[in-house]
């Protein structure tokens, strides 16, 4: 095991990430890739919820990925069940929200040394039981920063890892089409939506261009791409019900995204596509996407309705005018 000050290798590390925010887990990966760069001999295990499972499985940052379901008196009497030898580390990451379950099942764990933040800062009590508490950045920083202040805490180098943050399947990205722009008018939270009539104005733009364009629809988007394409007038294809590998597939061979701040925004920055985040009141400072390429607009006033179609476009026409700028 490793003991702080250690120059010995933890044999096998657990990090437990089980919360379903799939942009909130993209945020974590320099911390992990911070990781596996100081241990490469290590075993590492990412633990994870089902809905994110298929955006870390495949993936060369972990050994192993392992999928819990932390809903429901049956699901958590077996996520705590163990098998095999218990971790030398094990690392708790959260971001805005406590997860419960998460800290109980770092607790289950057992492993002997347990890295968290100070649970008081999310009015919860330590139901982790962490060996070590590490103190939260100062400021407002971005949430990847605030992930790898837990990694230099478990012996991370300082330096960040550099993109990309997700590799998709080679095989899905020869299916996906080359060059296309996706715009993403939707989002789960309903506070985080640019209007949609907006985003038919940035099409229509693009479009005249000479873009090929293709709408991004999730399933909790309730009806965002129907109210684009009756300001635009016309209809563009929709890309709906496909599964995070195969969105990356697409994103990686895309020429621009344009998204509001949700999960495909990030998968999208880590990939590599040269992506624009449109934000309000949540502050691209602490919560724009990690990659290579990623540009972002926020109104002074931090209202996303005050946000013009100009604002965007000025940001991501550079983007498809000049690639090489990625």
């Not at 209007?195 to 873009?211: S, T, W």
Request: glycine share 10%; net charge positive.
């Amino acid at each position: 095991m490793t003991q702080p000050g250690s120059d010995l290798e933890p044999r096998r590390i657990e990090l437990y990430r089980p919360q379903n925010q799939l942009g909130d887990l993209l945020l974590n990966v320099p911390a992990i890739r911070a990781l596996r760069d100081r241990y490469p001999s290590s075993h590492i295990t990412l633990v994870v919820g089902p809905q994110n499972a298929p955006a870390v499985l495949g993936q060369a940052w972990v050994d192993r990925v392992r999928v819990v379901a932390t809903k429901g008196v049956g699901a958590l009497v077996g996520a705590f069940t163990r098998s095999g030898a218990r971790a030398d580390l094990a690392i708790y990451f959260t971001t805005v929200s406590y997860s419960k379950s998460g800290a109980w099942l770092l607790r289950s764990s057992g492993a002997t040394r347990r890295l968290g933040f100070d649970a008081s800062r999310y009015g919860e009590r330590d139901r982790a039981r962490l060996t070590e508490v590490v103190p939260y950045p100062d400021g407002e920083p971005h949430q990847s920063e605030v992930s790898l202040a837990l990694a230099r805490a478990a012996g991370a180098g300082a330096a960040v890892p550099p993109p990309p943050y997700y590799v998709p399947d080679a095989a899905l990205v020869e299916r996906a089409p080359a060059g296309h722009v996706y715009l993403h008018p939707g989002a789960g939270k309903v506070k985080n939506r640019w209007p949609a009539e907006r985003f038919a104005e940035v099409a229509r733009a693009l479009l005249a261009r000479g873009c090929e364009i293709s709408w991004l629809e999730g399933p909790q988007d309730e009806g965002c791409v129907d109210r684009a394409s009756s300001a635009l007038g016309r209809s563009l294809p929709v890309v709906r019900g496909e599964t995070i590998p195969m969105l990356a597939a697409r994103f990686a061979r895309a020429a621009l995204y344009i998204g509001n701040d949700t999960g495909p925004l990030h998968l999208a920055g880590a990939t590599g596509c040269p992506t624009v985040g449109i934000y309000g009141w949540s502050n691209p400072a602490e919560w724009a996407p990690v990659g290579r390429c990623v540009r972002t607009v926020r109104a002074a006033d931090a209202s996303l309705g005050s946000i013009p179609p100009e604002q965007v476009l000025e940001v991501a026409m550079p983007l498809l005018e000049e690639p090489a700028i990625c």
